[in-house]
């Protein structure tokens, strides 16, 4: 069975793939983008500022929607009152605001790209629930916690930048024992997956591993599986690629034949176009995962 459409999370001198250093500190010019994984591009390419257009005014920066966020959290078998709870790749926060309102905890809301934590500062304002959120811009593989530090680590559509055995594996000692992870990660359903697909992601050094890989993994980084399911084609259509659809022909009319922007445009759409051709074999899941 082909699990993946990539190269495997680890290079060969055992080092994060190269979009999490693009997402992060280190700086690169005139790389593809991809806006699945990651928002990592958008963050050191010279046309920032496009990309920084089309999401920033975007509900979310990845497929996901708020049902499935509680169909999560209410698979997790015991939260205390007041969990501390971390946002890994939490964008402009639509599922920070989901669990705040889900518990009376505090939330750490941590992304690398300051304009999107301004969003959250903003609207916990409005909300009246600022006591609650903590914004903090720092690089996911660089975490400034103590060991032990929260009751849940929660990340939607972010952990592929580190890879997702990688990422769990580092992330869970932020947790405390008996603590939990919740992830949503894009997932591979059914397979063997088309050459155009796999063609398609390559070049973004994007894995895609099927949901029995990624149980392996998870018993690899040392956590029990409590829990998984997939997230419906609407988190992609309805709440992710229409809403994206909108800026995208509004920035058209807006920027003309600007080619810069028309390259970046063009490429977000071709991403909509091949999961609409090929969602049969590939879409998010969740995975509800426990610290022993
Ligand atoms: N969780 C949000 C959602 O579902 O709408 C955003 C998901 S978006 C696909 C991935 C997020 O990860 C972006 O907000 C991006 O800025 C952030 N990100 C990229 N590289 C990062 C890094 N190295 N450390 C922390 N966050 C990062």
Redesign the pocket.
């Known amino acids: 069975m082909q699990e993946y459409l990539a190269e495997g999370d680890r290079n060969e001198a055992g080092k994060y793939p190269e979009?999490?250093s693009?997402?992060?500190?280190h700086h690169r010019q005139n790389h593809k983008t991809s806006?699945?994984?990651?928002?990592?591009v958008?963050?050191t390419m010279t046309s920032e500022d496009y990309f920084h257009q089309v999401?920033r005014s975007?509900?979310?920066?990845?497929?996901?929607y708020s049902e499935a966020t509680r169909k999560a959290w209410s698979l997790i078998p015991f939260v205390p009152p007041h969990p501390a709870i971390l946002?890994?790749?939490?964008?402009?926060?639509?599922?920070t605001r989901d669990l705040a309102a889900l518990t009376g905890g505090t939330i750490t809301a941590?992304?690398?790209?300051e304009p999107?934590l301004e969003r959250i500062t903003e609207w916990s304002k409005q909300e009246r629930i600022s006591h609650r959120i903590r914004t903090l811009q720092?690089?996911?593989?660089d975490l400034p916690f103590d060991q032990k530090e929260f009751d849940i680590i929660w990340?939607?559509?972010?952990i592929d930048?580190?890879g997702f055995e990688m990422g769990l594996s580092l992330w869970k000692q932020y947790c405390r024992h008996g603590g939990y992870l919740v992830v949503?990660d894009m997932t591979l359903f059914d397979s063997p997956a088309p050459e155009e697909l796999i063609n398609f992601w390559k070049p973004y050094g994007v894995t895609v591993f099927s949901e029995e890989e990624k149980a392996k993994q998870i018993s690899r980084a040392g956590l029990h599986l409590l829990n998984m399911f997939r997230l419906e084609e609407k988190g992609w259509l309805e709440h992710y690629y229409e809403p994206m659809q909108k800026v995208i022909e509004k920035l058209r009319k807006e920027q003309g034949e600007n080619p810069e922007c028309a390259g970046i445009l063009n490429a977000l759409e071709q991403e909509a176009v091949i999961y609409r051709k090929f969602k049969k074999f590939y879409g998010y899941a969740f995975f509800i995962m426990q610290k022993q």
Request: one cysteine or more; aromatic letters at 8%; hydrophobic letters at 45%.
């Open positions: 979009r999490l693009l997402a992060g500190r806006i699945l994984f990651t928002l990592t958008l963050v999401f975007l509900p979310r920066q990845g497929p996901g946002d890994i790749g939490c964008g402009t926060g639509t599922q941590l992304d690398i790209y999107f720092a690089s996911m593989d990340s939607e559509g972010a930048i580190m949503s």
